[in-house]
Nanobody, 130 residues
Framework: QVTLVESGGGSVQSGGSLRLSCAIS????????MGWFRQVPGKEREGVAV???????TYAASVKGRFTISRDLAKRNLYLQMDSLKPEDSAMYYC????????????????????????WGQGTQVTVSS
C-alpha cells in the first residue's frame, strides 16, 4: 500500500514563502511522474508542477518562476518550494505519484499536461493573505 503525507502548509502574507513536503511510504521503483496539484472548493483541480523520471520539470504558467519542484528518491520525499506567494495561490495542495496499478477499479487523475496519477495524499492547506 502506497501512502503520501503532505506537510508544510500554513498561512503567510503575500510575498512570503512556504516549502511543502510529501513523504511517500514506499516504492520499489522510480515513478514516471510525481507532482503537485491544488484545489479550491468549487473549482477543478489544477496541476501545479510535475517532475518526471528523467528529472525534467513542468510548471503551470501561473507559478512558473516562483515555485520549484524537487525530490529526494532515497528519502522518498517530494518537495514544492513556493516563493513570492500571492493570494490566488491559496488552496489545498496535494502531492501525487504514478504508482503500481491497484486493479480495475483504480481511480486516476490526469493533469492538464496529460500525466496520470493514481496515488495522492490528503492535502495541506496554504493560505496567502494580501
Amino acid at each position: 500500500q502506497v501512502t503520501l503525507v503532505e506537510s508544510g502548509g500554513g498561512s503567510v502574507q503575500s510575498g512570503g514563502s512556504l516549502r511543502l513536503s510529501c513523504a511517500i511510504s514506499v516504492f520499489h521503483y522510480h515513478p514516471y511522474c510525481m507532482g503537485w496539484f491544488r484545489q479550491v472548493p468549487g473549482k477543478e483541480r489544477e496541476g501545479v508542477a510535475v517532475i518526471l523520471s528523467d528529472d525534467s520539470t513542468t510548471y503551470a504558467a501561473s507559478v512558473k518562476g516562483r515555485f520549484t519542484i524537487s525530490r529526494d528518491l532515497a528519502k522518498r520525499n517530494l518537495y514544492l518550494q513556493m516563493d513570492s506567494l500571492k493570494p490566488e495561490d491559496s488552496a489545498m495542495y496535494y502531492c501525487a505519484i504514478e504508482g503500481p496499478a491497484t486493479g480495475p477499479d483504480m481511480v486516476t487523475w490526469r493533469d492538464q499536461w496529460g500525466y496520470e496519477y493514481n496515488y495522492w495524499g490528503q492535502g495541506t492547506q496554504v493560505t496567502v493573505s494580501s
